[in-house]
C-alpha cells in the first residue's frame, strides 16, 4: 500500500474489484482516492484527479459494456454512483432518483416524497454495492430507510446512464424485502444480495423475482457483501462482526457452495487479531493460487490471505 494511502488505511470502509481480462484489481481509500493493484498485487497505482474520488467508495464493480470497460463507484457519504473510466476520469454522476422511474411502486412513492430534501439532510439515496447484468447497473441502497435494488442503463444512442424502471424491495420483513441491503453480485444470470440485519443472503431474477434464501448461513451472520471464487465453485462472503456467543474474535469469512457451508476462516487464528470487523472480501487469483483480499472496517485494514494446497486458508 501507498505511504499517500496508509495515513488512511483506518478509515476504510469499502471493497475490491477486479477487471477479470487484466487481473487489476480497483479499491478506494476514503480521503486518499482511487487504486489499481497489478495482478500480482505488488504495485499500487493512484487514478485521476477528481477530487470526488476521495470521498468513500463503499463497494464498485468493474464492468464491460457496449465494449468498452470502465468502473461504477458506490459512494454512499455522498449519495451518488460515480461512472469513471480504467484511467480514473469520472464520465457521469448519477444522483438519487426524483421517483416515477421505476416499476416498484414503494420505490416511487419513497423518493417522490424526498424529492425537495436537501443533501445536506438525512440520506435519501445511501447507496452500499454495484453490479452489473446484461447492460443494466444494479445499485443497492442499505444504508437509508429506502432500502431499495435499483437499475440505471444508458439512453439508448447515448453514453449517459439513468434509472431504469426494473427496481424492488424496501425495507422490511416481507419475502424479497431487506434489512440493509447491503452487498450486491451479479453471478450466472441472477442477482445475489447481502441483506445484513435479516442475516441473509437472496437470490434473485434480474427483474427482482425472489428465487430463493441461500440455506446454511451460520444464525446471527450479519452478512456484509458476496462474491464468487470461479475456480473453486465457492461463493465467498463475510460478516461485518464475530458471532455472539462463539469463541472467535474476529468476523468470520464464509466459503459455500450456494447449498452447503464448506469452510469457515477465522482471521484471528491466522496472527491477525486487528481484523474483529470485515467489511468485504474479493477472491483473486496469481498463477492459478486463490487469495483473499480483505478490507477491514472501524480500525480499518487491508489484509491478504493465501489459500494453501492443503485446502486450508
Same mark, same amino acid.
Given at each position: 500500500?501507498?505511504?499517500?494511502?496508509?495515513?488512511?488505511?483506518?478509515?476504510?470502509?469499502?471493497?475490491?474489484?477486479?477487471?477479470?481480462?487484466?487481473?487489476?484489481?480497483?479499491?478506494?481509500?476514503?480521503?486518499?482516492?482511487?487504486?489499481?493493484?497489478?495482478?500480482?498485487?505488488?504495485?499500487?497505482?493512484?487514478?485521476?484527479?477528481?477530487?470526488?474520488?476521495?470521498?468513500?467508495? /463503499?463497494?464498485?464493480?468493474?464492468?464491460?459494456?457496449?465494449?468498452?470497460?470502465?468502473?461504477?463507484?458506490?459512494?454512499?457519504?455522498?449519495?451518488?454512483?460515480?461512472?469513471?473510466?480504467?484511467?480514473?476520469?469520472?464520465?457521469?454522476?448519477?444522483?438519487?432518483?426524483?421517483?416515477?422511474?421505476?416499476?416498484?411502486?414503494?420505490?416511487?412513492?419513497?423518493?417522490?416524497?424526498?424529492?425537495?430534501?436537501?443533501?445536506?439532510?438525512?440520506?435519501?439515496?445511501?447507496?452500499?454495492?454495484?453490479?452489473?447484468?446484461?447492460?443494466?447497473?444494479?445499485?443497492?441502497?442499505?444504508?437509508?430507510?429506502?432500502?431499495?435494488?435499483?437499475?440505471?442503463?444508458?439512453?439508448?444512442?447515448?453514453?449517459? +446512464?439513468?434509472?431504469?424502471?426494473?427496481?424492488?424491495?424496501?425495507?422490511?420483513?416481507?419475502?424479497?424485502?431487506?434489512?440493509?441491503?447491503?452487498?450486491?453480485?451479479?453471478?450466472?444470470?441472477?442477482?445475489?444480495?447481502?441483506?445484513?440485519?435479516?442475516?441473509?443472503?437472496?437470490?434473485?431474477?434480474?427483474?427482482?423475482?425472489?428465487?430463493?434464501?441461500?440455506?446454511?448461513?451460520?444464525?446471527?451472520?450479519?452478512?456484509?457483501?458476496?462474491?464468487?471464487?470461479?475456480?473453486?465453485? +465457492?461463493?465467498?462472503?463475510?460478516?461485518?462482526?464475530?458471532?455472539?456467543?462463539?469463541?472467535?474474535?474476529?468476523?468470520?469469512?464464509?466459503?459455500?457452495?450456494?447449498?452447503?457451508?464448506?469452510?469457515?476462516?477465522?482471521?484471528?487464528?491466522?496472527?491477525?487479531?486487528?481484523?474483529?470487523?470485515? /467489511?468485504?472480501?474479493?477472491?483473486?487469483?496469481?498463477?492459478?493460487?486463490?487469495?483473499?483480499?480483505?478490507?477491514? +472496517?472501524?480500525?480499518?485494514?487491508?489484509?491478504?490471505?493465501?489459500?494453501?494446497?492443503? /485446502?486450508?486458508?
Amino acid at each position: 500500500m501507498p505511504v499517500d494511502a496508509r495515513a488512511y488505511e483506518k478509515d476504510m470502509h469499502g471493497g475490491c474489484n477486479e477487471d477479470r481480462r487484466t487481473g487489476i484489481v480497483y479499491t478506494g481509500i476514503p480521503g486518499a482516492g482511487l487504486y489499481q493493484i497489478s495482478s500480482d498485487l505488488t504495485i499500487w497505482t493512484k487514478l485521476g484527479s477528481d477530487p470526488r474520488l476521495k470521498s468513500n467508495i /463503499h463497494g464498485l464493480v468493474v464492468f464491460a459494456h457496449n465494449g468498452v470497460t470502465q468502473l461504477a463507484l458506490a459512494q454512499n457519504e455522498d449519495e451518488r454512483v460515480l461512472i469513471v473510466d480504467l484511467d480514473g476520469v469520472v464520465k457521469q454522476e448519477l444522483r438519487r432518483p426524483n421517483g416515477g422511474e421505476f416499476s416498484c411502486g414503494e420505490a416511487n412513492a419513497y423518493y417522490s416524497a424526498r424529492r425537495t430534501q436537501p443533501l445536506s439532510g438525512a440520506k435519501v439515496f445511501a447507496c452500499t454495492d454495484v453490479t452489473y447484468l446484461n447492460g443494466k447497473i444494479y445499485v443497492v441502497t442499505g444504508y437509508c430507510d429506502g432500502d431499495f435494488v435499483l437499475t440505471a442503463e444508458q439512453k439508448a444512442g447515448g453514453d449517459e +446512464w439513468v434509472w431504469a424502471p426494473v427496481a424492488w424491495g424496501g425495507k422490511g420483513e416481507r419475502a424479497g424485502q431487506f434489512r440493509t441491503a447491503h452487498g450486491i453480485l451479479a453471478h450466472q444470470g441472477h442477482i445475489y444480495v447481502a441483506n445484513r440485519e435479516a442475516f441473509e443472503v437472496l437470490k434473485f431474477t434480474p427483474d427482482g423475482v425472489l428465487v430463493e434464501s441461500m440455506p446454511d448461513i451460520p444464525d446471527g451472520s450479519r452478512i456484509c457483501n458476496i462474491s464468487y471464487a470461479e475456480q473453486q465453485g +465457492w461463493f465467498v462472503m463475510n460478516a461485518l462482526a464475530p458471532l455472539p456467543h462463539t469463541a472467535p474474535k474476529t468476523a468470520p469469512i464464509y466459503c459455500h457452495t450456494g447449498n452447503v457451508l464448506i469452510s469457515t476462516v477465522d482471521a484471528g487464528s491466522l496472527g491477525i487479531p486487528v481484523l474483529k470487523h470485515l /467489511h468485504h472480501v474479493h477472491p483473486h487469483y496469481i498463477d492459478g493460487h486463490l487469495y483473499l483480499l480483505v478490507h477491514g +472496517w472501524r480500525d480499518g485494514k487491508f489484509a491478504v490471505l493465501k489459500h494453501e494446497p492443503d /485446502h486450508t486458508l
